[in-house]
């Protein structure tokens, strides 16, 4: 019975130690389950981290890319917008600069008047301060051009800025009444006339048949009778077909060719100023295609 309860002994113990060994490879088996899943979790959380990596230095980048955008936008002088040239207020400004030539302008504005206007002075019988008063108030329309550079030419006025209304209002003031603005304007027409007689007295003076006062009273007639008027006189103040015509009887044929030289002159303006349209082309009048 002993060998018999020994063997029984031997036989509970060697279960024993079968269920230990199987129970050791069953916690081995656990292990190495839960080590292959935290290492497979742990390879996934590596490749989301490389992934959030990547996507933030990718925003560093985009941001570094953008400050420097913008640190190079406002690194940029955007220039200011070129000044509109304005003839009459570089003159302005000019004249400012140099009150010499200010002086000058005023002197030479004043003698010129002084000059083309005398003679109607004394026909008024204006007194010093009548005159003084007109000079002043017709100076203010008297503008000198003078180039600038780079092809441009500024306005150099006389007097200070002109409002149209107070400027009105100063001329018929100085004018001293409607008979007096009506004489004027009758003078005005004599005195153009008598410079374009004057321009060619002054080429035909050292000729063989230099003008003679009665040829120019006569020329001066008749330009006065063949002024323009309306839209015409916009163009040329004289209708050089009547004065060509009213001359032919009065002026010799070496006198009449330097008067038509003075006309083409004329009609090279009007040619200069006719209206024309975008495209550069002369817009005709339906009334005078000549005009």
Request: glycine share 6%; hydrophobic share 45%; aromatic share 4%.
């Given at each position: 019975m002993s060998t018999t309860k020994l063997?029984?002994?031997g036989l509970v113990a060697l279960l024993v130690m079968i269920g230990v060994v199987i129970h050791q490879r069953q916690e081995r088996g656990f292990a190495e389950q839960a080590l292959v899943a935290a290492r497979t979790e742990q390879t996934a959380r590596l490749v989301a981290l490389r992934a959030d990596n990547e996507r933030v230095r990718a925003v560093e980048q985009e941001t570094a890319r953008l400050q420097k955008a913008a640190e190079e936008a406002r690194a940029v002088v955007v220039a200011p917008p070129a000044p509109v040239w304005d003839p009459t207020e570089e003159g302005r400004a000019f004249l400012g600069?140099?009150?010499e030539v200010k002086r000058a302008l005023a002197n030479y504005v004043n003698a010129s008047l002084r000059f083309q206007y005398a003679p109607m002075y004394r026909a008024l019988g204006w007194t010093d301060e009548q005159i003084r008063?007109?000079?002043?108030?017709?100076g203010r329309g008297h503008t000198m051009g003078y180039p600038a550079g780079n092809g441009k030419f500024m306005s150099m006025p006389y007097g200070v800025k002109i409002d149209p209304a107070e400027y009105e209002n100063d001329y018929k003031?100085?004018?001293g009444g409607e008979e007096n603005n009506r004489r004027y304007s009758e003078f005005s027409r004599v005195a153009q006339a008598r410079e374009v007689?004057?321009?060619v007295a002054s080429a035909l003076y050292f000729t063989e048949t230099p003008l003679t006062p009665t040829q120019a009273d006569q020329?001066?007639?008749?330009?006065?009778?063949?002024?323009n008027s309306g839209a015409a006189a916009k163009v040329s103040q004289y209708d050089w077909n009547a004065v060509m015509a009213k001359s032919e009887g009065t002026l010799t044929a070496p006198q009449l060719e330097i008067f038509a030289a003075k006309r083409a002159r004329d009609l090279f303006q009007q040619a200069l100023n006719r209206p024309r349209d975008a495209e550069?082309?002369?817009i005709v009048s339906p009334t005078n295609p000549r005009k």
């Open positions: 063997g029984v002994a600069r140099n009150p008063r007109f000079e002043e108030t017709r003031a100085a004018m007689a004057a321009d020329v001066v007639k008749s330009l006065v009778e063949s002024r550069g082309k002369v």
